[in-house]
């Protein structure tokens, strides 16, 4: 009776020690293909800026690369020609307090790459009226990656 007693003791002393330890472990999700190591991030020089003003005349959504989650894409007229211009993840654009809307005239700044024949520009900034979304810091660091070297 005594070894009973000491057995459900001991699966109960168990089993609370294997739920305090998966109440320890959270796994984050990461950034779905948009984090500063990525293949994608990679491609943004901080050496090579570009500008353009001009107005949007599409929103949609686009995956960069197939190893990530979508992101919001803008297309802007210059006047002589239209520019790709990629925000960042949709998980992010979306939760901003800043409305873009089709006919809205913007101001861009960012770089230009080229990746699997396509051509587009990587934002760190977009002004509209007075207001600045903010993208990438100086060092061309997106803001949705919240993790920074000192």
């Not at 210059?78 to 992010?92: M, N, Q, R, S």
């Not at 901003?96 to 080229?114: A, P």
Request: contains cysteine.
């Amino acid at each position: 009776m005594n070894s009973i007693k000491i057995w459900m003791l001991f699966l109960i002393v168990l089993s609370c020690f294997q739920i305090s330890h998966a109440q320890q472990t959270i796994r984050f999700r990461g950034s779905d293909g948009w984090g500063v190591n990525s293949r994608y991030e990679q491609l943004f020089n901080v050496n090579l800026p570009h500008y353009l003003t001009g107005t949007v005349t599409s929103i949609d959504t686009v995956t960069p690369m197939p190893d990530m989650s979508y992101g919001i894409k803008l297309v802007v007229n210059c006047g002589f020609e239209e520019h790709d211009v990629h925000l960042g993840p949709a998980w992010y654009i979306l939760f901003q307090d800043m409305n873009i809307n089709i006919k809205d005239d913007v101001e861009v700044r960012g770089t230009r790459v080229s990746t699997g024949g396509k051509v587009f520009i990587m934002t760190s900034t977009l002004r509209k009226d007075d207001r600045i979304l903010l993208l990438r810091d100086e060092d061309g660091i997106p803001f949705w990656c919240a993790w920074r070297r000192r």
